[in-house]
Protein backbone atom coordinates (compact mmCIF):
# COMPACT_ATOMS: atom_id res chain seq x y z
CA UNK A 1 0.00 0.00 0.00
CA UNK A 2 1.35 3.51 -0.60
CA UNK A 3 -0.23 6.44 0.67
CA UNK A 4 1.03 9.95 -0.40
CA UNK A 5 0.25 12.90 2.43
CA UNK A 6 -0.27 15.96 0.94
CA UNK A 7 -2.12 19.52 1.26
CA UNK A 8 -2.71 22.20 -0.66
CA UNK A 9 -0.99 24.61 1.31
CA UNK A 10 1.83 24.26 3.88
CA UNK A 11 1.23 24.57 7.82
CA UNK A 12 -1.69 22.03 7.75
CA UNK A 13 -0.10 19.91 9.67
CA UNK A 14 0.70 17.12 6.68
CA UNK A 15 3.42 15.89 7.87
CA UNK A 16 2.76 15.79 11.44
CA UNK A 17 -0.40 13.17 9.91
CA UNK A 18 2.39 11.22 7.96
CA UNK A 19 4.68 10.84 11.02
CA UNK A 20 2.01 10.04 13.58
CA UNK A 21 0.60 7.27 10.99
CA UNK A 22 3.76 5.91 10.02
CA UNK A 23 4.48 5.31 14.14
CA UNK A 24 1.32 4.17 15.14
CA UNK A 25 1.40 1.60 11.91
CA UNK A 26 4.93 0.75 13.26
CA UNK A 27 4.05 0.49 16.73
CA UNK A 28 1.40 -2.28 15.35
CA UNK A 29 3.64 -4.00 13.77
CA UNK A 30 3.33 -3.33 10.58
CA UNK A 31 6.37 -2.84 8.13
CA UNK A 32 6.45 0.63 6.89
CA UNK A 33 8.40 2.74 5.03
CA UNK A 34 8.74 6.66 5.33
CA UNK A 35 9.92 8.62 2.09
CA UNK A 36 10.17 12.61 2.61
CA UNK A 37 9.54 13.71 -0.71
CA UNK A 38 9.47 17.72 0.53
CA UNK A 39 12.90 17.77 -0.58
CA UNK A 40 12.80 21.45 -0.77
CA UNK A 41 12.61 21.58 3.17
CA UNK A 42 12.12 17.48 4.69
CA UNK A 43 11.33 17.87 8.28
CA UNK A 44 10.15 14.58 9.24
CA UNK A 45 12.80 13.37 10.70
CA UNK A 46 12.71 15.94 13.03
CA UNK A 47 9.84 14.03 14.36
CA UNK A 48 10.94 10.12 13.76
CA UNK A 49 14.62 10.78 14.36
CA UNK A 50 16.03 8.45 11.95
CA UNK A 51 19.57 6.76 12.45
CA UNK A 52 21.24 7.95 9.13
CA UNK A 53 23.35 4.61 7.71
CA UNK A 54 23.85 6.02 4.28
CA UNK A 55 24.07 9.35 2.25
CA UNK A 56 24.55 9.48 -1.78
CA UNK A 57 24.78 12.22 -4.17
CA UNK A 58 22.20 12.66 -7.30
CA UNK A 59 20.71 15.05 -9.78
CA UNK A 60 20.43 15.12 -13.07
CA UNK A 61 22.08 13.47 -16.63
CA UNK A 62 23.03 16.98 -18.51
CA UNK A 63 24.64 17.55 -21.88
CA UNK A 64 28.57 17.47 -22.62
CA UNK A 65 29.52 18.53 -25.86
CA UNK A 66 33.33 17.09 -27.54
CA UNK A 67 34.30 19.36 -29.21
CA UNK A 68 36.00 17.47 -32.16
CA UNK A 69 32.55 15.88 -33.08
CA UNK A 70 30.38 18.79 -32.81
CA UNK A 71 29.54 20.73 -36.17
CA UNK A 72 27.77 23.80 -34.80
CA UNK A 73 24.62 22.90 -36.25
CA UNK A 74 22.64 24.10 -33.81
CA UNK A 75 19.87 21.06 -33.61
CA UNK A 76 20.27 20.61 -29.88
CA UNK A 77 19.22 24.27 -29.22
CA UNK A 78 16.46 23.70 -31.35
CA UNK A 79 14.99 21.03 -29.88
CA UNK A 80 15.58 22.23 -26.35
CA UNK A 81 12.15 23.37 -24.93
CA UNK A 82 14.18 24.30 -21.85
CA UNK A 83 16.22 26.84 -23.45
CA UNK A 84 19.04 24.67 -21.54
CA UNK A 85 21.70 24.77 -23.75
CA UNK A 86 22.41 27.22 -26.73
CA UNK A 87 25.00 27.62 -29.60
CA UNK A 88 26.57 30.63 -30.72
CA UNK A 89 29.13 30.64 -33.17
CA UNK A 90 31.78 28.38 -32.44
CA UNK A 91 30.71 27.42 -28.71
CA UNK A 92 27.89 25.03 -27.28
CA UNK A 93 26.45 26.56 -23.61
CA UNK A 94 24.73 24.47 -21.55
CA UNK A 95 22.77 25.77 -18.31
CA UNK A 96 22.78 23.24 -15.94
CA UNK A 97 20.56 25.00 -13.73
CA UNK A 98 17.88 25.24 -16.78
CA UNK A 99 18.60 21.55 -17.99
CA UNK A 100 15.54 18.85 -17.09
CA UNK A 101 17.75 16.31 -17.95
CA UNK A 102 15.47 15.05 -20.76
CA UNK A 103 18.20 13.57 -23.00
CA UNK A 104 16.69 15.66 -26.15
CA UNK A 105 19.50 17.49 -26.88
CA UNK A 106 21.68 14.13 -27.02
CA UNK A 107 18.91 11.77 -28.75
CA UNK A 108 18.82 14.01 -31.56
CA UNK A 109 22.93 15.22 -32.21
CA UNK A 110 23.28 14.39 -35.81
CA UNK A 111 27.16 13.73 -34.98
CA UNK A 112 26.73 11.84 -31.61
CA UNK A 113 28.80 14.78 -30.09
CA UNK A 114 26.45 14.87 -26.61
CA UNK A 115 27.12 12.26 -23.61
CA UNK A 116 25.10 13.01 -20.23
CA UNK A 117 27.04 13.75 -17.26
CA UNK A 118 25.72 13.74 -13.33
CA UNK A 119 24.93 17.13 -12.83
CA UNK A 120 24.61 16.79 -8.25
CA UNK A 121 21.41 18.81 -7.11
CA UNK A 122 21.02 16.87 -3.89
CA UNK A 123 21.44 14.01 -1.83
CA UNK A 124 19.77 10.94 -0.73
CA UNK A 125 19.87 10.26 3.12
CA UNK A 126 19.15 6.60 3.90
CA UNK A 127 18.46 5.12 7.60
CA UNK A 128 16.19 3.72 10.27
CA UNK A 129 13.79 5.16 12.92
CA UNK A 130 12.76 3.38 15.86
CA UNK A 131 9.99 3.51 18.27
CA UNK A 132 7.85 1.29 19.43
CA UNK A 133 7.29 -1.81 17.29
CA UNK A 134 8.70 -2.55 13.97
CA UNK A 135 11.76 -0.10 12.37
CA UNK A 136 10.40 2.44 10.43
CA UNK A 137 12.55 2.45 7.04
CA UNK A 138 13.50 6.19 6.36
CA UNK A 139 14.56 7.85 3.56
CA UNK A 140 14.63 11.85 2.44
CA UNK A 141 15.80 13.52 0.11
CA UNK A 142 17.63 16.64 0.28
CA UNK A 143 18.08 19.62 -2.08
CA UNK A 144 21.30 21.03 -2.35
CA UNK A 145 20.87 24.80 -2.02
CA UNK A 146 20.36 27.06 -4.77
CA UNK A 147 18.78 24.22 -6.87
CA UNK A 148 15.34 24.12 -7.70
CA UNK A 149 14.36 20.76 -9.76
CA UNK A 150 12.61 18.68 -7.04
CA UNK A 151 10.87 16.56 -9.48
CA UNK A 152 13.95 14.36 -10.61
CA UNK A 153 15.61 14.13 -6.77
CA UNK A 154 11.75 12.79 -5.73
CA UNK A 155 11.44 10.07 -8.76
CA UNK A 156 14.98 9.01 -7.61
CA UNK A 157 13.96 9.11 -4.23
CA UNK A 158 10.90 7.12 -4.80
CA UNK A 159 12.64 4.66 -7.41
CA UNK A 160 15.23 3.63 -5.04
CA UNK A 161 13.13 3.81 -1.50
CA UNK A 162 9.87 1.82 -1.83
CA UNK A 163 9.59 -1.04 -1.18
CA UNK A 164 8.75 -4.00 -3.53
CA UNK A 165 7.10 -6.18 -0.88
CA UNK A 166 3.03 -5.86 -1.42
CA UNK A 167 2.04 -6.12 2.19
CA UNK A 168 4.45 -3.36 3.32
CA UNK A 169 3.13 -0.05 3.95
CA UNK A 170 5.05 3.42 2.54
CA UNK A 171 4.07 6.72 2.98
CA UNK A 172 5.06 9.47 1.31
CA UNK A 173 5.39 13.09 2.81
CA UNK A 174 4.58 15.34 -0.59
CA UNK A 175 5.66 18.71 -0.56
CA UNK A 176 3.10 21.28 -0.33
CA UNK A 177 1.00 22.93 -2.50
CA UNK A 178 0.18 21.44 -6.06
CA UNK A 179 2.86 22.02 -8.36
CA UNK A 180 5.23 18.99 -10.69
CA UNK A 181 6.68 17.92 -7.25
CA UNK A 182 3.18 16.99 -5.61
CA UNK A 183 1.87 15.28 -8.94
CA UNK A 184 5.65 13.33 -9.15
CA UNK A 185 4.87 12.05 -5.19
CA UNK A 186 1.61 11.33 -5.67
CA UNK A 187 2.10 9.13 -9.02
CA UNK A 188 1.43 5.51 -8.66
CA UNK A 189 0.31 6.19 -5.15
CA UNK A 190 -2.86 4.17 -4.23
CA UNK A 191 -4.24 6.69 -2.12
CA UNK A 192 -3.91 9.89 -1.67
CA UNK A 193 -4.39 11.72 2.29
CA UNK A 194 -5.01 15.37 1.91
CA UNK A 195 -4.83 17.26 5.22
CA UNK A 196 -6.77 20.50 4.99
CA UNK A 197 -7.38 22.86 7.80
CA UNK A 198 -11.49 24.11 7.96
CA UNK A 199 -10.83 27.27 7.18
CA UNK A 200 -11.34 29.57 3.42
CA UNK A 201 -7.78 29.09 3.02
CA UNK A 202 -7.84 25.47 3.15
CA UNK A 203 -10.40 24.78 1.34
CA UNK A 204 -9.12 26.76 -1.43
CA UNK A 205 -6.19 24.82 -1.79
CA UNK A 206 -7.60 20.95 -1.01
CA UNK A 207 -9.38 22.18 -3.95
CA UNK A 208 -6.73 22.13 -5.89
CA UNK A 209 -5.35 18.79 -5.02
CA UNK A 210 -8.47 16.99 -4.95
CA UNK A 211 -7.80 18.43 -8.76
CA UNK A 212 -4.77 17.06 -9.01
CA UNK A 213 -5.39 13.87 -7.25
CA UNK A 214 -8.51 12.69 -8.26
CA UNK A 215 -9.24 14.52 -12.15
CA UNK A 216 -5.49 14.64 -13.11
CA UNK A 217 -4.24 11.47 -11.50
CA UNK A 218 -7.09 9.19 -11.09
CA UNK A 219 -6.38 8.16 -7.48
CA UNK A 220 -8.75 8.07 -4.80
CA UNK A 221 -8.44 10.53 -1.87
CA UNK A 222 -10.05 11.31 1.45
CA UNK A 223 -9.68 13.93 4.27
CA UNK A 224 -8.06 14.58 7.65
CA UNK A 225 -9.46 17.54 9.04
CA UNK A 226 -6.87 19.55 10.99
CA UNK A 227 -7.32 21.71 13.70
CA UNK A 228 -10.92 20.86 13.87
CA UNK A 229 -12.65 23.62 15.54
CA UNK A 230 -11.72 26.70 14.29
CA UNK A 231 -12.66 28.43 10.88
CA UNK A 232 -16.09 27.54 8.93
CA UNK A 233 -17.73 24.27 7.65
CA UNK A 234 -16.90 25.16 4.32
CA UNK A 235 -14.25 22.54 3.71
CA UNK A 236 -17.29 20.10 5.25
CA UNK A 237 -19.99 20.62 2.57
CA UNK A 238 -17.27 20.86 0.05
CA UNK A 239 -16.04 17.16 0.55
CA UNK A 240 -19.86 16.23 1.05
CA UNK A 241 -20.53 17.75 -2.11
CA UNK A 242 -17.70 16.14 -4.08
CA UNK A 243 -17.98 12.69 -2.18
CA UNK A 244 -14.50 12.75 -0.54
CA UNK A 245 -14.67 11.17 2.68
CA UNK A 246 -13.75 12.65 5.60
CA UNK A 247 -11.49 9.93 7.51
CA UNK A 248 -10.14 11.64 10.33
CA UNK A 249 -10.44 14.82 12.41
CA UNK A 250 -7.87 16.18 14.64
CA UNK A 251 -8.92 18.71 17.08
CA UNK A 252 -7.63 22.10 18.12
CA UNK A 253 -5.86 21.32 20.55
CA UNK A 254 -3.01 22.94 23.00
CA UNK A 255 -1.39 19.53 24.43
CA UNK A 256 -1.03 19.11 20.40
CA UNK A 257 0.20 22.46 19.09
CA UNK A 258 3.19 21.87 22.95
CA UNK A 259 4.08 18.44 21.70
CA UNK A 260 4.89 19.70 18.16
CA UNK A 261 6.73 22.96 19.21
CA UNK A 262 8.98 20.65 20.92
CA UNK A 263 9.43 18.48 18.06
CA UNK A 264 7.54 15.70 19.72
CA UNK A 265 5.17 13.31 18.21
CA UNK A 266 1.34 13.13 18.99
CA UNK A 267 0.99 9.40 19.82
CA UNK A 268 4.21 10.18 21.71
CA UNK A 269 2.34 12.81 24.14
CA UNK A 270 -1.11 11.16 23.92
CA UNK A 271 -0.47 7.88 23.27
CA UNK A 272 -4.28 7.05 22.87
CA UNK A 273 -4.19 8.25 19.23
CA UNK A 274 -2.11 5.65 18.18
CA UNK A 275 -5.49 3.66 17.55
CA UNK A 276 -7.20 6.57 15.93
CA UNK A 277 -4.43 6.52 13.45
CA UNK A 278 -4.31 2.71 13.11
CA UNK A 279 -8.37 3.32 12.34
CA UNK A 280 -7.26 5.93 10.01
CA UNK A 281 -5.30 3.44 7.94
CA UNK A 282 -7.82 1.17 8.00
CA UNK A 283 -10.78 3.71 6.72
CA UNK A 284 -7.92 4.02 3.67
CA UNK A 285 -7.68 0.36 3.20
CA UNK A 286 -11.88 0.69 2.63
CA UNK A 287 -11.73 3.34 0.30
CA UNK A 288 -8.10 1.55 -1.43
CA UNK A 289 -10.77 -1.67 -1.67
CA UNK A 290 -14.06 -0.05 -3.02
S1 LIG B 1 23.41 18.99 -32.20
FE1 LIG B 1 25.38 18.04 -31.81
S2 LIG B 1 26.65 18.66 -33.50
FE2 LIG B 1 24.89 20.02 -33.51
S3 LIG B 1 25.57 21.79 -32.29
FE3 LIG B 1 24.55 20.39 -30.90
S4 LIG B 1 26.21 19.15 -30.07
FE4 LIG B 1 27.01 20.13 -31.88
S1 LIG C 1 18.88 17.40 -21.53
FE1 LIG C 1 16.90 18.26 -22.24
S2 LIG C 1 16.68 20.09 -20.98
FE2 LIG C 1 18.82 19.53 -20.83
S3 LIG C 1 19.84 20.69 -22.42
FE3 LIG C 1 19.31 18.70 -23.30
S4 LIG C 1 17.34 19.02 -24.31
FE4 LIG C 1 17.67 20.72 -22.89
Not at 158 to 167: D, I, R, S, T, Y
Not at 190 to 210: M, N, S
Not at 236 to 241: P, V, W
Not at 251 to 277: C, K, M, S
Request: with cysteine.
Amino acid sequence: MRITVASGKGGTGKTTVAVNLALSLAAAGRAVTFLDCDVEEPNAHIFLRPQIEREETTGILIPEVDDDRCTYCGRCAEVCVFHAIAVIGTKVLVFPELCHGCGSCAYNCPEKAITEVLHPTARLRWGKATGEGTPIAFGEGVLDVGQAMATPVIRELKKKGLPAEEESIAILDAPPGNSCPVVETMRGSDFVLLVTEPTPFGLHDLRLAVQVAREELGLPAGVVINRDGVGDDSVERFCAEAGIPILMRIPLDRRIAEAYAQGETIVARLPEYRERFQALYRRIEEEVGR
